[in-house]
């Protein structure tokens, strides 16, 4: 069974794209670098876990601090002081 390596964008808005590569479809982020994730070790060795709302399962969710390389908005900063 030969897969296919040819990578095809169904459509592409301004956040995500949709594409395809063989039987598989999924979706990428526009214009990041990649993403990083953290995870925070308190002195007394308790895992530090966010709880954020997310809209695509419509709930609360708790996960490890996360987020886009380079993904800033209003009022971030760029650097630290």
Do not use: C, H, N
Request: proline share 4%; charged share 25%.
């Amino acid at each position: 069974m030969t897969e296919a390596t040819d990578t095809t964008t169904l459509y592409e808005g301004k956040f995500l794209s949709l594409v395809s590569k063989g039987r598989w479809e999924f979706t990428t982020r526009v214009g990041t670098a990649g993403v990083v994730a953290i995870v925070a070790v308190t002195d007394d060795d308790r895992v530090v876990l966010v709880e954020q709302f997310r809209p695509p399962v419509g709930k609360f969710v708790v996960e490890i601090p996360a987020g886009l390389v380079g993904d800033t908005a209003a009022g971030d900063s760029e650097t630290f002081d």
